[in-house]
Each structure stands twice: as C-alpha cells, then as structure tokens.
C-alpha cells in the first residue's frame, strides 16, 4: 500500500509540473510580440546545443524565456544594436528533431558570439522587420540573407 502511494504522489509531482510548465508557457506568449522560438548557443554537437523556449520582442532587445524551466526571467537577452544576421538555412539531420516542427534556423552574431534562433518562416518575416525596424539615427549591422 506505501508503495502505490509513494507511486501516486510521485505521479501527481509530475503532472502538477507539466502543468506548471503549460501555464507558464501560455503566460510568456500572451503578450504581444512573443513567438515560440528556439535556441542555440552551444556547437559542439552536430544538432545539439538547442534549448525551446519563447522570444518577446520588448523595444530594442529581444528577450529569450527557455521553455522548461520556472525562471521569471529571460536566460538570454538579445539587443537589435548588437544583433548581425549571418545567413538563414532549413534544420539539418539532428536539428529536425531539437526545433519545432517548420522552423527556419537564422545565424546571427552578437557581442558575446554566435547563436542561432529557429522559428517558424513567419517569425523570421517579422524578426527580420523588427531587426530593419530601428529608430531614426540608428545604425543597424548589415546582413547577408542566403
């Protein structure tokens, strides 16, 4: 009888943080401006190093929440001063499986490196209109889309 209760609370653990995670992710995307998106910074794997997660266009940074954890804050912060775009391409074997399904991987350089978002092809229409988007003054790094 103790273990089956130790199995049921075990269980209810588990679906109690799913849900937790579902509530959060509908919460990140209720905002104008937010996208299901997803991240990598690390390339030492071929298709590893991706993170899911939802981006939230908020003025002149683009704000990065990774999708499985309870964090309120962003794991990465992007400025569209410092964001080059380097060239867009389809995902490639492992990566099929690491994206959402559709997505198109865009290659870009900051000021701490390369990283590469994946986004379904109209967030990638509406990244790249908010990158060229800057205010008046403002002197956006150029980009080679291939």
């Given at each position: 009888?103790?273990?089956?209760?130790?199995?049921?609370?075990?269980?209810?653990?588990?679906a109690l943080i799913l849900v937790l995670l579902a509530l959060r992710r509908r919460v990140l995307l209720r905002p104008a401006g937010s996208i299901?998106?997803?991240?990598?910074?690390?390339?030492?794997?071929i298709g590893g190093g991706w993170a899911l997660g939802v981006g939230r266009y908020t003025g002149d940074?683009?704000?990065?929440?990774r999708l499985f954890a309870l964090s309120v804050k962003p794991a990465r912060m992007m400025?569209?001063?410092?964001?080059q775009v380097?060239?867009?391409?389809?995902?490639?074997?492992?990566?099929?499986?690491?994206?959402?399904?559709?997505?198109?991987?865009?290659?870009?350089?900051?000021?701490?490196?390369p990283v590469q978002v994946a986004m379904s092809a109209g967030a990638v229409t509406g990244f790249l209109s908010w990158l060229e988007s800057a205010p008046?003054?403002?002197t956006m790094p150029g980009y080679a889309a291939s």
């Amino acid at each position: 009888m103790e273990v089956v209760l130790a199995v049921a609370v075990a269980v209810g653990l588990v679906a109690l943080i799913l849900v937790l995670l579902a509530l959060r992710r509908r919460v990140l995307l209720r905002p104008a401006g937010s996208i299901d998106m997803s991240l990598r910074t690390r390339f030492g794997r071929i298709g590893g190093g991706w993170a899911l997660g939802v981006g939230r266009y908020t003025g002149d940074d683009l704000l990065w929440y990774r999708l499985f954890a309870l964090s309120v804050k962003p794991a990465r912060m992007m400025s569209r001063r410092e964001l080059q775009v380097v060239g867009r391409r389809l995902p490639t074997g492992a990566e099929s499986w690491a994206v959402q399904a559709g997505a198109v991987i865009v290659e870009c350089q900051d000021e701490t490196g390369p990283v590469q978002v994946a986004m379904s092809a109209g967030a990638v229409t509406g990244f790249l209109s908010w990158l060229e988007s800057a205010p008046p003054g403002f002197t956006m790094p150029g980009y080679a889309a291939s």
